[in-house]
Nanobody, 123 residues
């Protein structure tokens, strides 16, 4: 399955952005999908995930500010990011676990990755 991420940009602290991840796969709606991010000099980290059944998971650092959702008709997973902080600055990647419905927080568990979209939050 191919993933295409978009929606990043340069914003100020407190602003909002919505990232999109469009899949080419016909059964994308049944896969666990996650958003990860990687800041310069840091390891890739889990941000949010949505299971095949629609259960959502969040990193503690974004809980209450970010919302992950899925539109099955559009084969798209979204990450709504509110109250952005400079610490949210990173390249954001969407990823899918093909034929797996359970979300994990480990990047190595995801087989398909989008190309990344850059988010920069200025103070």
């Amino acid at each position: 399955v191919q993933l295409q991420a978009s929606g990043g940009g340069l914003v100020q602290a407190g602003d909002s952005l919505r990232l999109s991840c469009v899949s080419s796969g016909p059964t994308f709606s049944t896969y666990a999908t996650g958003w990860f991010r990687q800041a310069p000099g840091k390891e890739r980290e889990f941000v949010a995930g949505i299971s095949g059944s629609g259960t959502t998971y969040y990193a503690d650092s974004v809980k209450g500010r970010f919302t992950i959702s899925r539109d099955n008709a559009k084969n798209t997973v979204y990450l709504q990011m509110n109250s952005l902080k400079p610490d949210d600055t990173a390249v954001y990647y969407c990823a899918a676990r093909r034929f797996r419905a359970v979300v994990t927080r480990t990047p190595e568990d995801y087989e398909s990755w989008g190309q990344g979209t850059e988010v920069t939050v200025s103070s």
